[in-house]
């Protein structure tokens, strides 16, 4: 996202108005203090694959930034294995948990870092905004304004497949399962299939756990409400499970109601078998680490489900 | 506690899977008639109380890895429910109880929710 993009999502700002820097921040953050050595910052950056680390005080106030650049410089100082505290510290940009998408934008083009801490209003630090966590809010924000639109179709396939990394071949994926079915009794079989399939390929438990219960949300989604006609997709890689739930049915109306705990189309007798509480997709955006779903009336709904792998 | 326990605690006997619950030992429990406030459940290992019979209790077990399903008010689950349980290995015990009686002869135990 060059400055030119930012021209671009500058025109939008109305539209992007809700998201302030608190919505858009990342909130698992990673520290470090002065006391760490420009050793420990590098082996961080390597294992995290970041690129930048906020240095914080005791009271956990912003006072420095590590950079790649500055692991470079310290490597040929031979200043390495030295203390974080020998860079001099420097004002830190930041930007308020409040401040709106026209701020942030404008941070970005102006300044040009690859990172900006987010502070609350005692200045400590509670997020880290990166261009690509901007990215990833605009690119949400947008499934919901395409929703009615044949243009969204191309975010499942192109831009957002480069942000999540997503490598999947859909035609020869690793774990593939028709969903045909329209009585509500026999779903989850795909998930229990897959759930099986994780366990063979050596998954970690927890993660397993989480897989499973995501998915058989979203396959009960199907025979619920997507006519019963789809499929279950899912790809290991190195960093991540990524699962793909998709259907050929009428659609989702309005992905931001579908969102909302206890909102539900489902009908009566769908209610009474136990489901239909308006709980699924909340329930699987708790345990998926990435929930991208879009959808259209009278085409489907397509949800994208990753959830990052633990570094062993 | 002792699963041997809790079933003489609600009187609850066996419809499925006698051979797991020997020495199965239970710290959380749960009850809900939603399958997805089950799924929201944090805890692995539980014990679900629940009215409904239909096969998703099974799937939705064996999803959360949840250790055992005990039905109340005297319900015996339909065949294919049976027929499910049997395959992928989930004990289903049934007990005369009320949900809320058996929660509370439960929570008297001080055994956790999930």
Redesign the interface.
């Known amino acids: 996202m060059d400055v030119k993009n930012m021209d671009i999502l500058q025109k939008y700002k109305d539209f992007f108005k809700d998201l302030t820097a608190k919505n858009v921040m990342n909130s698992m953050l990673i520290v470090l203090k002065e006391e760490n050595t420009f050793k420990e910052a590098q082996e961080i950056m390597k294992n995290k694959k970041i690129s930048g680390i906020p240095i914080v005080d005791d009271n956990y106030q912003v006072i420095n930034i590590i950079t790649m650049e500055d692991i470079i410089n310290a490597l040929s100082n031979n200043q390495i294995d030295m203390k974080i505290s020998v860079k001099q510290r420097k004002k830190v940009v930041a930007l308020k948990m409040e401040d709106d998408f026209e701020k942030i934008v404008e941070f970005l083009s102006t300044y040009g870092f690859g990172r900006y801490p987010v502070v609350s209003e005692n200045n400590t630090l509670i997020g880290i905004i990166t261009k690509q966590d901007l990215l990833f809010s605009v690119v949400s924000k947008l499934s919901v304004l395409y929703l009615h639109d044949e243009r969204r179709k191309e975010i499942l396939d192109s831009p957002l497949s480069v942000f999540v990394k997503n490598n999947i071949n859909k035609n020869e994926p690793q774990f593939c399962y028709s969903i045909n079915n329209s009585n509500v009794n026999n779903a989850g079989e795909g998930s229990a299939l897959l759930k099986n399939f994780l366990k063979e390929k050596g998954i970690e438990t927890k993660l397993i756990r989480k897989i499973s219960i995501s998915t058989y949300e979203a396959e009960v989604n199907v025979v619920i409400h997507g006519g019963g006609i789809g499929k279950i997709v899912a790809e290991i890689t190195d960093e991540s499970i990524v699962v793909f739930v998709e259907d050929i049915g009428p659609g989702i109306e309005s992905i931001e109601k579908a969102m909302t705990a206890g909102f539900s189309t489902a009908p009566e007798y769908i209610r009474a078998l136990g489901f239909g509480a308006g709980m699924g997709i909340p329930n699987i955006k708790r345990f998926a680490d990435k929930l991208i779903i879009t959808s259209e009336k009278g085409n489907g709904v397509k949800m994208e489900m990753i959830f990052w792998r633990e570094k062993l | 506690m002792k699963l041997k326990e809790i079933m003489e605690l609600i009187d609850a006997e066996i419809i499925v899977g006698e051979e797991y619950i020997k020495e199965m030992d239970i710290k959380h429990v749960g009850a809900a008639?939603?399958?997805?406030?089950v799924?929201?459940f944090a805890k692995?290992d539980s014990l679900l109380l629940?009215g409904?019979t239909?096969?998703?209790?099974i799937?939705?077990a064996?999803?959360?890895?949840l250790a055992v399903i005990v039905l109340v008010r005297g319900k015996i689950p339909q065949q294919?429910t049976i027929n499910l349980a049997k395959e992928?290995g989930i004990p289903v015990l049934t007990t005369k109880e009320l949900l809320y009686t058996a929660c509370g002869k439960l929570y008297n135990e001080k055994l956790e929710s999930c």
């Open positions: 008639d939603l399958m997805s406030e799924l929201a692995e629940t409904l239909t096969p998703q209790i799937r939705t064996q999803m959360m890895d294919d992928v």
